[in-house]
């Protein structure tokens, strides 16, 4: 994203995440925000995938996608914070939206959680 308030609103999810996990409270407001920068800079796709993440964590108290996993790699890394390390690496994608290999992982997180 373009949008400098864009770029701190990400750093603050992310460092919250960090700190306090999933709080639901603060989390929501804050991806709902950054959802209308992505309105504002005309970029359907993250547009989506904020819709879809809000919903599914106002659904399920949580952030059950689990973490995208290079196909090269058959280990799968069980971890207990998974749904925050899923979710931060999902809000992180939106900050440089250049890299091809950030718009393709949206576009799997957005099927993801069209199909959850």
Same mark, same amino acid.
């Given at each position: 994203m373009e949008?400098?308030?864009?770029?701190?609103?990400?750093?603050?999810?992310?460092n919250?995440?960090?700190?306090k996990g999933?709080?639901?409270?603060?989390?929501?407001d804050?991806?709902?925000q950054?959802r209308?920068? +992505? $309105?504002?800079?005309q970029?359907p796709?993250?547009?989506?995938?904020?819709? #879809?993440?809000?919903?599914?964590?106002?659904? @399920? *108290?949580s952030?059950?996608?689990?973490?995208?996993?290079?196909?090269?790699?058959?280990e799968?890394?069980?971890?207990e914070?998974?749904?925050?390390?899923?979710?931060?690496?999902l809000? +992180? $994608?939106?900050?440089?939206?250049?890299?091809?290999?950030?718009i393709?992982? #949206?576009?799997?997180?957005?099927d993801?959680? @069209? *199909?959850f």
């Amino acid at each position: 994203m373009e949008n400098k308030a864009a770029i701190k609103l990400i750093d603050k999810i992310l460092n919250n995440l960090d700190k306090k996990g999933i709080n639901t409270d603060t989390l929501i407001d804050d991806i709902k925000q950054l959802r209308t920068y +992505a $309105l504002e800079e005309q970029i359907p796709l993250v547009v989506k995938v904020l819709r #879809l993440t809000c919903e599914h964590i106002e659904e @399920n *108290n949580s952030f059950l996608i689990p973490m995208l996993v290079d196909e090269e790699d058959d280990e799968e890394v069980e971890t207990e914070n998974e749904p925050v390390e899923s979710l931060k690496y999902l809000i +992180a $994608l939106i900050k440089n939206l250049n890299n091809k290999i950030n718009i393709s992982d #949206l576009k799997e997180y957005r099927d993801l959680l @069209n *199909n959850f």
